[in-house]
């Protein structure tokens, strides 16, 4: 297993709840990614309605949860003493995590 799944798991669903989260591998040549997926309660946001899809609440408030998630999960790494893959960017101007967050409302 990756040895950054764990970390990441416990310190999410400390945040998040247990069951609202799940934190796995890659696979086959993007083994290394680490694909979190967070299970959100849409009531806890108010929602604008504006769009057929998220109003810019919604669009904010899913921003700022993978924002803290990113930022939780870097700290349980630093703390276990492991980092994430990366790579650089396009433009060689800075390195980019292979984490992938995504915020789901349920």
Do not use: R
Not at 6 to 27: D, E, F, M, R
Not at 53 to 71: D, H, L, M, P, V
Not at 78 to 106: L, R, T, W
């Amino acid at each position: 297993m990756n040895k950054l799944i764990k970390p990441a798991k416990k310190i999410l669903s400390l945040k998040y709840g247990h069951k609202n989260v799940s934190v796995k591998n890659g696979q086959g040549t993007a083994w290394g990614w680490v694909n979190v997926n967070i299970d959100y309660p849409k009531s806890a946001v108010q929602c604008l309605g504006d769009t057929p899809f998220y109003c810019s609440n919604c669009s904010k408030a899913i921003q700022a949860i993978s924002e803290e998630a990113e930022q939780l999960m870097n700290i349980a790494w630093q703390e276990a003493g492991v980092k994430p893959y990366s790579f650089c960017s396009d433009n060689n101007s800075s390195e980019i995590n292979e984490v992938i967050v995504q915020v789901h409302y349920i």
